[in-house]
Nanobody
Framework: QVQLVESGGGLVQAGGSLRLSCAAS????????MGWFRQAPGKEREFVAV????????YYRDSVKGRFTISRDNAKNTVYLQMNSLKPEDTAVYYC????????????????WGQGTQVTVSS
């Protein structure tokens, strides 16, 4: 089992920044690729970013490329999502997830999920 706890969400004006953190406990953190997803009201949960177990490979959805950066610190069992130039359409609950199978963008590939943290971007 892996337990994931997100933090760092909040209310920010358009153009602002937030850094989300996801702390993992349980099994060996470096055994997992880590992803961030988000879900806006009335919409499906969608992929945002993923990072490989060693941090060498990252992948983003097109709408956040150049604005969001995913990173991880295996010594601290934590994955981060730095979000810059935020837009109102980034408003959602953000979830981190752990994938034992490697880099993936599909929800079904992920084994463990956090409870989510709310990000609200005002215009």
């Amino acid at each position: 089992q892996v337990q994931l706890v997100e933090s760092g969400g909040g209310l920010v004006q358009a153009g602002g920044s937030l850094r989300l953190s996801c702390a993992a406990s349980g099994r060996t953190f470096s055994d997992y690729a880590m992803g961030w997803f988000r879900q806006a009201p009335g919409k499906e949960r969608e992929f945002v970013a993923v990072i490989s177990w060693n941090g060498r490979i990252t992948y983003y959805r097109d709408s956040v490329k150049g604005r969001f950066t995913i990173s991880r610190d295996n010594a601290k069992n934590t994955v981060y999502l730095q979000m810059n130039s935020l837009k109102p359409e980034d408003t959602a609950v953000y979830y981190c997830a752990a994938d034992s199978g490697g880099i993936a963008t599909k929800r079904a590939a992920y084994d463990y999920w956090g409870q989510g943290t709310q990000v609200t971007v005002s215009s």
